[in-house]
Every structure is written in C-alpha cells, then in structure tokens.
C-alpha cells in the first residue's frame, strides 16, 4: 500500500533586510510548484514572522521547523558564536551577495528570481545545518564552511 503523506514542508525564511513582499511573492509562486515537486517548500518573510530577534534568538526558534534561512548578513558565518548557533540548532543558511553599492528592489528580486531552482536545490539536497554563498550576483552558490 503506498502513502499518501505529504512530506513535511522544508521552511525558507528570508531575511527581514529584504522587503517582505519578496517572502510574499515567492510564497505564492511556490505554492503553485509545489504541487508537481516533491518536497514541498513555504516560504516566510523574518521581518513578518520573528521581527527584531538577534540572529541567536532567531535560530532558536527555528530550531524545529526544517529551517533554511536565506540572507545578506555574511557576518553570521564570520562570528564564531553565531555560527555556532545555527549548526547547534540544525539550520540551513543561504548567504546571497550584496553588489557594491548596493542593490534596488527590482534588481534585489530578479536576483533570487533568478537563482530561485538553485536555491530549491540547495534547500532539497542537504540536510541542516549548512551554509551555502553566492560567489558573485552571476555564479552559482558555493558550500562555505568556515574555520577560525
């Protein structure tokens, strides 16, 4: 007899830095392709859902819910205890790169738009706690591991 027991929805939260319509958007599209994909993926803005929490408390909080964060903030790979944290509580982080200069809000989104089946692949594939860079705005994700 076959199951029919859809698999727990792997959790993309994206860093309350980037609009929360962004979280919107894709959570929308998602939810249309996660009806022909095999692992289903919802997606939440931070800024909506764990607002102003320090990076510590927030993978606190994520610690059960199959959590991948996807963020700007690369000092969250540099400071040893807030590595620390995300490997302790099991979460998947996905540090995407800043231009100089900075990025406008539609060159921000065709970005992630842009990398968005990496991004799934990168959520799909492995299990937390990892962490995975953006090299450059046009290369693909790279696994970063860290050692002081």
């Known amino acids: ?3 029919n027991t859809v698999p727990k929805p792997l959790k ?3 860093d309350e830095n980037l ?3 962004f979280a919107e958007a894709f959570n929308i599209i998602q939810s249309h392709l996660n009806k022909s994909e095999k692992k289903p993926i919802e997606v939440f803005s931070i800024k909506e859902v764990y607002e102003g929490a320090k990076d510590i408390e927030l993978f606190q909080a994520l610690k059960d819910e199959n959590a991948i964060v996807l963020t ?3 000092n ?3 400071h040893k205890h807030e590595r620390q944290s995300y490997i302790e509580n099991k979460i998947g982080i996905i540090f995407l790169k800043q231009p100089a200069g900075g990025s406008s809000f539609w060159d921000t989104f065709k970005n992630i738009t842009n ?3 990496e991004i799934k692949q990168i959520c799909r594939k492995n299990d937390p706690p990892f962490a995975f860079r ?3 705005q046009n290369r ?6 860290y050692e002081n």
């Open 140 to 145: 693909r994700f790279e696994e970063w591991t």
């Open 115 to 117: 990398h968005w089946e």
């Open 12 to 14: 993309l939260y994206i």
């Open 19 to 21: 609009p929360k319509q």
């Open 76 to 78: 969250i790979q540099r």
């Open 1 to 3: 007899m076959q199951s």
């Open 72 to 74: 700007f903030d690369r």
């Open 134 to 136: 953006q090299p450059g």
